[in-house]
């Protein structure tokens, strides 16, 4: 094991046994099995997603700045895990793969009404004119973005043929361009996209009465589950985390971040449920917004946060790499629209440069408006009219 991983598992421990909770105890509440657990907590496993691991820090009691420190431990332990797997030549059965983990994150069922890509399709990426020569250091919780997306036309390439229909050898022969080479990206995102700090202003939209949306949401954590299984998507705003790491010491710039339109449609006339009741205030802003009613959309910082502390906005290039990792807060909003979406971050690393696509397991994000959406909370007995912020 790893000093890193070590390190990761220690703190698992040091909250566990603080919550004076028993293993089996916590994974009753967290729906996993005692010896999953015990894989985390001994160092044995280290989870792929860090959304598990906050919801059992939170479920200890974990603070603010723990959340903090637990977070960069796990970025670390799970870089520590895939040096290991190159080093040992298992890139094909990496050692952080654990079908445990699947257990603390259920994949959500496909959503049927949600927007698809058609295979046709093809997505331009726009190039910034210039690329910034020197990132500048940072804190490592901003960054910033602009974005449009245009569609390829197609090449077609015709072959001279003499009147006989017969390829004809003295004849100029226009041959077809060369496909782009596709360049590994040397870096990798990941993907939070449930980045709430409380279900405060929380919404999502379904087709279901009241009467059809059970069981009702949970108090907190496994609100995309639950979402999920209540065919709903993310109301109003749908606010991600991103999680920038190098897959080696070498350093990735991040130039910029795009934002890119799949598809564009009125919001369905659903019903908006949130699984917050009662909450004071409201959350603060994520650190970079999208506006989908705005003509062409694209990102553009905002204040962020860190626990309680009010941070101001940056903007890009960043550097990354195994040990330095960047994370993006994106709040994309929307008042009426339908919107299916996906973020492009352009990069280089030496002489060689790329564009990473970014999205949700392989489908664009999805985000649909609540005006006019009748509206609804749980009262802890049934769901009760609320009044919708929009």
Not at 40 to 64: F, H, I, K, Q, S
Request: overall charge neutral.
């Amino acid at each position: 094991m790893g000093v890193e991983s070590e390190e990761f598992a220690a703190m698992l421990r040091e909250l566990k046994e603080r919550s004076g909770r028993s293993y089996g105890a916590l994974a009753t509440r967290l729906h996993v099995s005692t010896s999953t657990l015990h894989r985390y907590c001994n160092g044995a496993a280290v989870p792929t997603e860090y959304a598990p691991v906050e919801r059992l820090a939170r479920a200890c009691g974990a603070g603010d700045k723990e959340l903090v420190e637990l977070h960069r431990r796990w970025i670390l332990a799970v870089a520590a895990r895939r040096r290991e797997a190159s080093s040992a030549g298992t890139a094909n059965a990496s050692p952080m793969t654990d079908t445990a983990a699947a257990q603390l994150e259920p994949q959500p069922a496909p959503d049927p009404q949600s927007a698809a890509v058609p295979e046709e399709e093809e997505v331009k990426t726009v190039h910034p004119a210039s690329l910034p020569a020197e990132p500048r250091r940072r804190a490592r919780t901003r960054v910033l973005l602009s974005a449009t997306a245009v569609l390829a036309a197609a090449v077609s390439v015709f072959v001279l043929r003499d009147a006989g229909g017969t390829p004809n050898p003295s004849a100029s022969t226009p041959s077809a361009p060369a496909p782009p080479e596709v360049v590994p990206a040397p870096f990798h995102v990941s993907v939070l996209t449930d980045n709430w700090g409380s279900v405060c202003d929380q919404w999502f939209l379904s087709a279901r009465t009241p009467a059809q949306v059970t069981p009702p949401p949970p108090p907190s954590g496994r609100i995309d589950s639950w979402a999920a299984a209540q065919r709903a998507v993310p109301a109003g705003h749908l606010r991600l985390q991103l999680t920038a790491q190098g897959a080696s010491a070498t350093p990735v710039v991040l130039h910029a971040m795009y934002v890119q339109v799949v598809s564009t449609q009125p919001a369905p006339k659903w019903n908006a449920y949130t699984p917050g009741a009662g909450c004071g205030g409201e959350l603060g802003p994520a650190s970079f917004a999208v506006d989908f009613d705005a003509a062409g959309p694209h990102a553009v910082p905002v204040p962020g946060w860190e626990g309680a502390r009010k941070t101001a906005p940056t903007n890009f290039p960043y550097r990354v790499s195994d040990s330095d990792p960047q994370v993006i807060n994106v709040d994309a909003t929307t008042r009426s629209q339908d919107v299916s979406w996906f973020l492009e971050l352009v990069w280089t690393s030496g002489d060689r440069q790329g564009t990473l696509r970014v999205d949700d397991r392989g489908r664009p994000f999805r985000t649909a408006g609540l005006h006019g959406a009748p509206s609804y909370f749980h009262n802890g007995t049934s769901w009760a009219p609320a009044s919708a912020e929009y």
